[in-house]
């Protein structure tokens, strides 16, 4: 997006951006070529310098700037866990400790519901073996002799 606008009222907006730029002898203008984001209440959060844009660090840089009030979808929440800005290389790095923690809990979660479902299948089986029918019978008793009839 361009942003035009009266000599004054550009100044006054790139000052408060803190966007550096000077016109030159021929009148255009040098500047930096970037992208601010900013959250909600007015500040900024980001810079992102270059012509290109990785759109992943655009994305990033969107969802810190909002601070929580944009709908995130698990993916997007494990993605801004995981990586962070990098200022000295300018861009978004992925974390490695903080893969592994997710992958950590991603295996505690799967043994939790693996060791689960094991004690539930293993009641379940036991249940059936000892017979329990439809009326509530529980079968012979524990010694597993038949009681005797009363006569």
């Known amino acids: 997006?361009?942003?035009?606008?009266?000599?004054?009222?550009?100044?006054?907006?790139?000052?408060?951006?803190?966007?550096?730029?000077?016109?030159?002898?021929d009148g255009n203008?040098?500047?930096?070529?970037?992208?601010?984001m900013a959250t909600p209440?007015?500040?900024v959060s980001r810079y992102l310098y270059g012509w290109e844009y990785v759109p992943r660090d655009?994305?990033?840089?969107?969802?810190e700037s909002a601070s929580g009030r944009l709908t995130k979808s698990i993916g997007d929440r494990l993605m801004a866990y995981c990586?962070?800005?990098?200022?000295?290389?300018?861009?978004?790095?992925l974390m490695a400790m903080?893969?592994?923690q997710v992958g950590g809990l991603l295996t505690l979660g799967?043994?939790?519901?693996?060791?689960g479902g094991?004690?539930?299948?293993?009641?379940?089986?036991?249940?059936?073996?000892?017979?329990?029918?439809p009326t509530g019978d529980a079968g012979p008793p524990m010694g597993g002799r038949p009681t005797p009839a009363a006569t």
């Not at 799967?110 to 060791?115: Q, R, S």
């Open 1 to 25: 997006m361009w942003h035009t606008g009266r000599a004054d009222q550009n100044r006054k907006l790139a000052d408060a951006l803190g966007f550096k730029y000077k016109m030159l002898d």
């Open 29 to 36: 203008f040098s500047h930096p070529v970037a992208i601010f």
């Open 41 to 43: 209440d007015g500040r």
């Open 58 to 63: 655009v994305k990033l840089a969107l969802m």
């Open 83 to 93: 990586y962070m800005f990098d200022p000295k290389a300018g861009s978004y790095t």
């Open 98 to 100: 903080r893969v592994m």
């Open 110 to 115: 799967a043994l939790v519901i693996l060791v």
């Open 118 to 133: 094991l004690f539930a299948w293993e009641r379940k089986r036991r249940k059936a073996r000892h017979g329990r029918g």
